[in-house]
């Protein structure tokens, strides 16, 4: 492209700034001492020539931008027409995409119908789930509440076995509280035998009083002095038979309390050693604790209940799984809306 010359040209000074420096600043306080104004007649008139230099400069700056516009429409008709292949390769993809999305209908279809299906079967196995949930729920509370009663009646018949154990290691005659029992049976016959024999001489005592009173006459005042002492005897005799009746009445309550409440503990022991081999039985597990060894056989019911309390936690958590996956499938299964 052909250059238009300058007509009033920069003059640019030769040499180092510096050394221009001082001729900068005497041209501008020179030039401002000149006069801002000039008259009109100093005026510089446009010729023909002057304007038709003006109107060539515009000219060749008007087709500087023009050859600046075409260059620039010429990348713009390239990016465009790229985009219109990009579009063409679309619009051939979409086509094929309308062909086979026939055949995704019906798989989706397909798809659905077995989601359905398995929905209902879900369905069914959560119902069963929970009426098993429910009944071994059921099952635990009643455990729960044999538990508990077990406890409390071993803890309120375990002070009778203290005291018997007590007795046991007190007195080292005795080997087992049974033997505490077997005394207390022996001591009760032989105050029942006592008792006949003071009967029998409580007897003989009336026959001599008697015969004393037929001798009265004759040995006053011996039956006087026996009459003092008999007193005394009977007063001692009231006086330790009331303390023995007392005693007896005791030991007579104490003996039907222990009978029962050794009759209650066998009857406790029993039913925890038939839960024991129940749940051992259950399991398939080897009977391998002592019939006498109630604590292990306690720990083992608990094992039990703590495993199926477990069992019914992971149950749970397994049901409301499925609930979760049956309405993600639910929501996965609606139908995919088409293309406009």
């Known amino acids: 492209m052909k250059k238009s010359k300058d007509l009033a040209p920069i003059a640019i000074p030769h ?20 006069v801002k104004k000039y008259p009109v ?22 087709e500087e931008k023009l050859a600046i516009k075409r260059e620039e429409e010429k990348q713009n008709r390239q990016i465009m027409d790229a985009k219109w292949e990009e579009l063409r390769a679309k619009e051939l993809l979409l ?8 055949k995704f209908i019906r798989e989706n279809q397909e798809k659905r119908d077995r989601a359905e299906r398995k929905m209902a079967d879900d369905n069914e196995v959560l119902a069963r789930k929970t009426r098993e949930t429910e009944a071994m729920r059921k099952r635990v509370a009643e455990m729960e509440e044999v538990k508990q009663l077990m ?14 154990m007590a007795v046991v290691q007190k007195y080292p005659e005795f080997k087992q509280p049974l033997d505490v029992l077997n005394r207390y049976e022996a001591l009760a016959a032989a105050k029942a035998t006592l008792a006949d024999r003071q009967e029998r001489d409580l007897a ?8 004393i009173a037929a001798l009265a006459e004759d040995k006053k005042l011996f039956i006087m002095g026996l009459n003092n002492t008999l007193a005394v005897l009977r007063w001692r005799y ?20 222990a009978a029962r409440r050794h009759e209650e503990l066998a009857h406790v022991r029993a039913a925890i050693w ?9 399991k398939g597990i080897a009977v391998d604790v002592g019939t ?24 749970q958590r397994r049901a409301q799984h499925k609930d979760g996956d049956g309405e993600t499938k639910a929501t996965s299964s609606k139908p995919i809306e088409q293309p406009k």
């Not at 040499?15 to 000149?34: H, I, L, N, Q």
């Not at 020539?49 to 003006?54: A, G, N």
């Not at 086509?95 to 026939?102: A, C, D, L, Q, V």
């Not at 003989?204 to 015969?211: F, M, T, Y």
């Open 15 to 34: 040499g180092p700034p510096v050394e221009s420096t001082a001729e900068y600043f005497k041209s501008k306080m020179e030039s401002s001492r000149m």
């Open 41 to 62: 007649w100093d005026v510089a008139r446009p010729t023909p020539q002057v304007l038709m230099e003006h109107a060539r400069r515009d000219l060749m700056e008007a």
């Open 95 to 102: 086509k094929e995409s309308f062909i086979s999305f026939n």
């Open 151 to 164: 406890e409390k009646q071993v803890e309120d018949y375990s002070v009778y076995e203290d005291y018997l």
């Open 204 to 211: 003989l005592l009336e026959r001599a009083r008697q015969d």
């Open 238 to 257: 009231d006086k330790v038979r009331s303390r023995v009746i007392k005693w007896e009445l005791a030991l007579a309550r104490l003996k039907d309390t």
């Open 274 to 282: 038939s839960l024991y081999v129940k749940i051992c039985q259950h």
């Open 292 to 315: 006498s060894d109630f604590e292990q056989q306690l720990v083992v019911i608990m094992r039990a209940l703590i495993e199926l309390r477990r069992i019914f936690n992971i149950a």
